[in-house]
């Protein structure tokens, strides 16, 4: 299956507070996403 995601549009919401379900979380991780986010996230403190 080839997924296409918008990475800049789902980290703009995740910063906003959206909670992915487990299985969204989980493609997320596998794409990356979610590394960048608390990558993101963690370094602006």
Known sequence: VDLKLNEEDI???LQKGAQPSDT???L???KGIMQKYHEARFAKK
Do not use: P
């Open 11 to 13: 980290l703009n919401w």
């Open 24 to 26: 969204v979380r989980n």
């Open 28 to 30: 997320l991780g596998s």
